[in-house]
């Protein structure tokens, strides 16, 4: 089975720029998650979207947004972009069925750097 | 609000030396723990999923076990390239979004 994928791997921007991210999940994968990765703050929860719906939202500003299509592809969108989004931006797919723990699988991440 | 530590933040042996990685938790309703090992500049490649208290899983020279506020990471005859970060997270209650703990930073050497 393929794993996650991720487009771009690398990205560089300037600050005011937006910039779009894409994962493609593992086959039959209905949930994504993105997280964003910096070395001071470790790995931080952006959201989390099932079934095209955004059912979970991390603590981040409302120029962080995102979707997924119907088939359970997903994109992130930052806007204006500031100096301190420059992150490693990773991609999570999992089968988020009932009962016991929803293992998530990552992609390679996105490294995003903003000048 | 669910709580992630690992232990220690950055480890070095030798190769050869086993050890271990601890990964403390404070969660109402546990559903899951988590193991991930992370290369620089890449994304967490999956290990093990625990569920429950006493369960213990194995992949080569890794071992994760787990008790009710604790999870360890044996790592035995370790070798340089076990060179990495490990991550912990766990799931809980009714949420399907893992906490994750900060990690810790494994150098083998030679």
């Known amino acids: 089975k393929a794993g996650v994928t991720q487009t771009p791997r690398y990205l560089i921007k300037t600050r005011g720029q937006q910039v779009t991210l894409s994962c493609s999940p593992i086959s039959g994968h209905r949930s994504v998650s993105w997280y964003q990765q910096t070395p001071g703050q470790g790995l931080q929860f952006l959201f989390e979207?099932?079934?095209?719906?955004?059912?979970n939202k991390g603590n981040f500003p409302g120029r962080f947004s995102g979707r997924q299509f119907s088939n359970s592809r997903s994109e992130m969108n930052v806007s204006t972009l500031e100096l301190g989004d420059s992150a490693l931006y990773l991609c999570a797919s999992s089968a988020r069925g009932s009962g016991r723990a929803d293992t998530q699988y990552f992609g390679p991440g996105t490294r995003l750097t903003v000048l | 609000e669910d709580q992630v530590t690992q232990s220690p933040e950055a480890l070095r042996l030798q190769e050869g030396e086993s050890s271990s990685l601890n990964c403390s938790y404070t969660v109402s309703g546990l559903r899951g723990l988590f193991w991930y090992r992370q290369d620089p500049g890449k994304g967490p490649e999956f290990l093990f999923t625990l569920y429950s208290a006493g369960e213990e899983k194995e992949k080569e020279r890794l071992k994760a076990t787990l008790t009710k506020k604790e999870s360890f990471l044996h790592i035995t005859a370790p070798k340089p390239e076990d060179s990495a970060t490990y991550l912990c997270a766990v799931q809980a209650g009714g949420s399907y979004i893992p906490t994750f703990g900060r990690g810790t930073s494994l150098i083998v050497h030679p």
């Open positions: 979207y099932f079934s095209e719906t955004q059912r």
